[in-house]
Structures are given as C-alpha cells and as structure tokens.
C-alpha cells in the first residue's frame, strides 16, 4: 500500500518543539505516513511567504500539506480543509494562507470548515491548533476520512482572499508585486509563468523595471550566467512564477526594495 504524503509547513523555527509534537501527533494516528517537513523558518506571522512556500507543494506528490503561519490562533478565525483538483488537502487557518497555492495545484473542488471534536486531539489549546486540530485532520484524511466529516462546506467566495493576486498584463505593461525577497536577495514576483509567456518577450531582450521612481533595465534570460557578474536579470523562477535577480549579488539589497512593493514590467 502506498503510504499517505503530509506534508508539514510553520514559521515555528528550528528550535521549537512544536515541530516534534505535530509529527508525533501524526505518529499516533497513522504511523505509516511520510512526513515531509517543507519549510519551518518562514519569518514570523508572514502569512505572505506562507503562501509563497505552499505554492511549491506543487512540487510534492499529492498528499495533505498542512500550513501554520496563523497570528490569528484563538480568534474567530475558521480552521479549514480546501480540496483541490489535483487531489491534494490544504489544511490550515482561513487567513489566505493557502489560497495561492490553489492555482498551482489544479484548481479549487471544495472547502469545508474544520469543527468535528472527535477529529481533534483534546482537550484543544487555544493557542497550538497545528498540533490539536491541524495536523490531526490531515492524518485523518490521510487515514480515509472523508472530508464531509469534519464540518460545514464553505464557498470559496466565503474564504479569507490571498495575500497576494496574480500579476495582470495591461497595454503591453505587467503590472506586478513582491511576493518574497530569497536569501540571495533575489525578488520573486507574482507573475505566472503562463502570464510571462504571453508577454512575449525573447530570450536575451532588455526590459525596464520600474520600482516607484527607480528605473532598472535588465535582460530576459534562462539562468544567471547568461548576464555579467554584478549585472541585473529576469528569468522563470524555479517554482512556477518570474525572479528579478543580480548574477552573484544582492538585488534588493542594492536597489532597496521591499516585499510588498509593487512594479511596472514593459518592453
């Protein structure tokens, strides 16, 4: 039998036992999954590179990615389930966290909101639903359980908005966003592969970036080598969406930009 994929996403860091406790919560209920922690040092409260990181689950095989980047735990915030086409459960907090990802993964099917006690460890903290309600129900559905068993379905139009919408292409502009800064100080933007494409702008052709009143002209590569060391670049990310980058230095640094900072892209 083919062991059930979770996966494990948080901005708990390295050094908290939290991590431990909702890998043995999974232990404990299904003994036989596979953990796959994705990433734990999402910076604190950052629902925004939340999001990013769960994009990549893309890249995962089909399973139940659970997500913790939840300031708003004990509020009346909704736990939930989203099911999406490729097959995959998203669990987490109703705070937009997961929405992004939905593209990457096939599209949304359904969502229900989490409140079934008999799925939950108890008695629940108010303050850790990673590790009483969220790692719980993905092992559970792991297990089989059917996802109308864990509380009401809820619309998509009904959900918290992703802290970030995909770039629009206008009048031969894309107009788009920050949506992290790696730690090579590379900006990933929002821009779907799909939405560069038809751009269309040719391998090696120089555009502008315009960041508020800084204007950077750069070129369209495929890798960093293909531009000078020192020397600014675009290219497809490695994870479906477009990177502003310098070939061995720090982009953001030099130009001083932020996440969360819009841009206009024109030929």
């Not at 043995?24 to 925004?48: C, K, Q």
């Not at 590379?186 to 779907?192: G, R």
Request: some cysteine; glycine content about 10%; overall charge positive.
């Amino acid at each position: 039998m083919k062991r059930p994929i979770i996966s494990l996403t948080s901005d708990f860091g390295v050094q908290s036992p939290g991590i431990g406790n909702m890998e043995g919560v999974i232990a404990g209920i299904a003994p036989d999954a596979h953990v796959i922690h994705l990433m734990h040092g999402i910076p604190d409260f950052d629902i925004r590179i939340g999001a990013r990181v769960i994009e990549t689950a893309q890249y995962l095989p089909i399973g139940f990615h659970v997500c913790v980047v939840d300031p708003g735990v004990g509020s009346q915030r909704k736990a939930i389930i989203i099911k999406v086409k490729r097959g995959d459960f998203l669990i987490g907090p109703d705070n937009g966290v997961l929405i992004p990802s939905i593209d990457f993964l096939g599209g949304f099917e359904k969502c229900v909101q989490i409140t079934n006690p008999k799925l939950m460890i108890q008695p629940v903290s108010p303050i850790f639903h990673g590790r009483h309600i969220f790692a719980p129900a993905a092992t559970h559905l792991a297990n089989g359980v059917s996802i109308d068993e864990f509380g009401p379905q809820i619309n998509f139009d009904q959900l918290v908005k992703g802290p970030y919408q995909n770039a629009t292409a206008k009048n031969n502009k894309i107009f788009a966003e920050v949506i992290n800064i790696n730690k090579f100080g590379s900006l990933n933007l929002n821009i779907l592969h799909k939405t560069w494409d038809e751009f269309n702008v040719k391998l090696g052709q120089k555009i502008m970036l315009t960041f508020g009143k800084q204007e950077i002209r750069m070129a369209h590569v495929e890798t960093f080598s293909q531009v000078g060391v020192g020397q600014s670049l675009i290219l497809k990310d490695d994870y479906g969406r477009v990177e502003v980058a310098i070939n061995l230095g720090d982009f953001a640094k030099k130009f001083k930009i932020k996440i969360g900072q819009t841009c206009t892209i024109y030929i």
